[in-house]
């Protein structure tokens, strides 16, 4: 595939989203019965669904910590997720996305809680179009939230990156593919944490704060919304 | 410590919102949580730390929540099923994320693991009527059935709830339950774990009874949900007369 034009005459992106405009989002919670709790999140074209179950028993027994809960996190992205076949075992990038989620995740759950148990988190991408791992990081605080699960602040995951020298938020599989960096963050927007940063590529200083700063603005939008969706649960059984 | 409270009484709350503000503590107050009220100190504000709703009673603060699964306490009257039958005591699963133990002696006088046999008194599958009396979370809960009422359930029928709705199954002061009894005429223990065991003297006075509590699951947090429950039982069960 040759490289695309990303960023048109007229400065807008090739989907003609601004520099700083998120993708169309769409947000459900409680979503599967056999859940504790669920949620599914959708950027774009970008599909994820995420389920919590617990706190409950450790198997196996050994696993278990005598003076926490244990969090056990699957990152899997569907066979069906991208556009060639992607084989189902775990790969490499999956087990360590797996693994970046779960610790962003025991940063705000109050594990202490719940000794001698796990909560076990399994995200799964069901179609993949840039920033599945923030998507299914939003999703995963979200189930986690709808599990009643304590815990101090929602995690919202957006993605940043540079594509043609310019500085944008939210980019899809396209521009992660064409552009110079890439740059997921997990932003705890209540109490200002930031919980989970990788960047691909190079950023200078002054970019890099650029970009910190815009994935901030971007995620306190994603956070409202996500606080939205759990209200909106409640209030439609009222409605009814 | 006086608070700035920054909630209406029963609003919803989510993980994160602020409730309320320390106003007149001049002492740093280093950040802690409180897991019976479902809050969390930081930086002298309140925050929740789940979804549920904020309870305001004079100049305190606390979250009730709307989900989350049961989490044993000393005390607890809790209603299990017989998972398994060891040498000397039984394995009961009382939908917590750990097992409870009832040992042999507490349902058999002068137990000896050589003379009897478990499976004689319970076996797995049966459901028992229990209380916690240990539990401190580096061990099991252990259950005790020596108590009024407590013991093997013969009869009835078993109706699960959502643990966090057990509060409001009962209501305030025991009202919601005690409705629940007065119009169907069933007799209704209420266990901490979110099981609900009925005796009803016909079958269609539990169907209206079942109904009822899971209508009272679903709308937990509605307000005038007492009078609305009141409504729907003397509606169905009126109908019912009527046939």
Known sequence: MEKPILIREDGLRHDGRKPDELRPIKMDVGILKNADGSAYVE???????AAVYGPREVYPRHLALPDRALIRCRYHMASFSTSDRKSPAPSRREIELSKVIREALEAVVFTELYPRTTIDVF??????????????????????????????DLIAGVAVGKIDGVIVLDIDEVEDEFGEADMPIGYAAGIEEIVLLQLNGVLTREEFNKALELAKRGAEQIYKLMKETLHKKYLKVLSE | ??????????????????????????????????????????????????????????????????????????DDIVIGL??????????????????????????????????????????IGEYVLAKITIFDRTRDPVL???????????????????PSRIARIIGKKGSMLN????????????????????????????????????????????RGLTEEIRLFLEKELGEKREK
């Not at chain 2, 040498?87 to 009897?116: C, M």
């Open chain 1, 123 to 152: 995200i799964e991408v069901l179609q993949a179009d840039g920033g599945t791992r923030t998507a299914g990081l939003t999703a995963a605080s979200l189930a986690l939230a709808d599990a009643g699960i304590p815990m101090k």
């Open chain 1, 43 to 49: 950027y774009g074209g970008t599909k994820v669904i």
């Open chain 2, 1 to 74: 410590m006086k608070l700035r409270i920054l909630v209406a009484d029963r609003q919803i709350v989510r993980p994160g919102d602020l409730l309320a503000e320390i106003e007149d503590s001049t002492e740093h107050l280093e950040e802690r949580i409180i897991p019976e009220k479902h809050i969390y100190i930081k930086n002298k504000k309140i925050y929740s730390d789940t979804i549920g709703l904020a309870t305001i009673t004079d100049n305190d603060v606390q979250v009730i929540p709307l989900e989350g699964v049961y989490f044993p306490k000393k």
């Open chain 2, 82 to 123: 017989v998972v398994g039958v060891g040498i000397t005591n039984w394995i009961i699963d009382i939908r917590a994320p750990y097992k409870a133990i009832l040992n042999g002696s507490e349902v058999i006088e002068g137990f000896n693991p050589i003379q009897h046999d478990l499976r004689d008194y319970l076996d």
């Open chain 2, 179 to 222: 409705l629940l009894t007065t119009k169907t005429g069933c007799n209704i223990t209420v266990a901490q774990n979110g099981i609900i065991w009925a005796r009803c003297p016909d079958n269609n006075k539990l169907d209206v009874l079942v109904k009822a509590i899971k209508r009272i699951e679903e709308k937990a947090h509605m």
């Open chain 2, 144 to 162: 005790t059935i020596k108590g009024k009422g407590l013991g093997k359930i013969t009869e009835g029928a078993i109706i699960e709830v959502k």
